[in-house]
Every structure is written in C-alpha cells, then in structure tokens.
Antibody
C-alpha cells in the first residue's frame, strides 16, 4: 500500500525550530516528488514546499529562507526543517506525493501533524 | 498568484440526493485541477485530477467537469461516508487551493 506516515510537530516558542518527518511506504522517496501543505486554524490549505525527484526544491514566499527539506533515502523518509518559527506558522502540516513534475496532483497524503508556535 | 474560489461554503444535502460543488479560478488553468475530500483527523483524499479523471478506487458517483476557469464536482446519490469538506486545487502555476465546501447532512 502506498502510504505516508508523519511524525514530529508539537509546541515551540516563536523563533524556535522544529523538524517534521514524512515516512513513505509502497514507493521510494528518492525517485518521487514530495510536497508539504499546511492548514492554519480556520484557513484554507496553503502550499508550502515541493522537492522534485531530481532534487529541485521550491518554497512558498511565506517560508522561503526559513524552511528547508531533505531526504534520508536509507529510511525512505522526507524531512521539513522549520527555523525562525512565527505564530503564523501554526498549522496542521501535511506531506503528500506529487505524481510527477507534469502530473502535479497530490496522492497520497500523510495524516498531518500539528505545529503550534506560541510562548 | 492564481486564486481559487469555491461555492457554496456549506452545502446541506439529504442522503441519496445530488450535490453540486463549484470552483472558480482567477485566470485560466486549462484542465489543471484536482478535487480532494477531507474528513476531520484524516488525510485528504484525491478524488479527481485533470478536472474530470477519477483517481484510482474513487466511486463512479463522483464526477468532475469544466475547464478554463469554471469547474464542478458532482456527487450523485450522496452516501453517509461522503459528508466531508471538499477542496479544489490548481496545479497550472504552482499550487493553490480553494477555501473548501463543507457537505453536511440536511
């Protein structure tokens, strides 16, 4: 079964850092593209980042320079490293597979993990 | 930035009835549109891509149509498991989502 299982998240103070994990099964992260999407309370889904299978990464302007993505191919896991966190980064974060650079719909999605930025 | 607008925000439907959800793009996105179903505490689920192609395992009661700027998701004969929030997403230029339509029980 093709599946993404997320971990990490939690409560962090403004200015702090956090790392989210997205473990894949049923497919290989090294040859696939993965995206991150978040949903702040009461807000719509917001695209955050994508890493394509060739390693090219892109970020939304709202997180550019603060968030990075990396892969651990041995663990078939993708990571989202979030630095300099702000209150407005509070959201449920989802990872999802992007079918390809030309078939850019998201399937499957992870179950989501809550990040709360508060003092 | 392409802005996606969904209507209505909430749709109250009786089981067995048809539900029609709308999604509008602020500029033409050709057929680069996907629909997702989202239930509380669960991962969003891909329903439709390419505006009208059902994803693997999606029942035939879900259908998508439209191109350019106007799109529709139709759920014929609503079943209890269909009550959820539905999002449209464009992938023509980067990615953006609509605000969602909540389908609840009338």
């Amino acid at each position: 079964e093709v599946q993404l299982v997320q971990s990490g998240g939690g409560l962090v103070q403004p200015g702090g850092s956090l790392r989210l994990s997205c473990a894949a099964s049923g497919f290989t992260v090294s040859t696939n593209s993965i995206t991150w999407v978040r949903q702040a309370p009461g807000k719509r889904l917001e695209w955050v980042s994508v890493i394509y299978s060739d390693g090219t990464t892109y970020f939304a302007d709202s997180v550019k320079g603060r968030f990075t993505v990396s892969k651990d191919n041995s663990k078939n896991t993708l990571f989202l490293r979030m630095n300099s966190l702000r209150a407005e980064d509070t959201a449920v974060y989802y990872c999802a597979r992007v079918l390809s650079s030309t078939r850019r719909w998201f399937d499957p999605w992870g179950q989501g993990t809550l990040v709360t930025v508060s003092s | 930035e392409i802005v996606m607008t969904q209507s209505p925000a909430t749709l109250s439907v009786s089981p067995g009835d048809r539900a029609t959800l709308s999604c509008r793009a602020s500029q033409s996105i050709s057929s680069s549109l996907a629909w997702y179903q989202h239930k509380p505490g669960q991962a969003p689920r891909l329903l439709i891509y390419g505006a009208s192609t059902r994803a693997t395992g999606i029942p035939a009661r879900f259908s998508g149509s439209g191109s350019g700027t106007e799109f529709t998701l139709t759920i014929s004969r609503l079943q209890s498991e269909d009550f959820a929030v539905y999002y449209c997403q464009q992938y023509y230029h980067w990615f953006s989502f609509g605000g969602g339509t909540k389908v609840d029980i009338k």
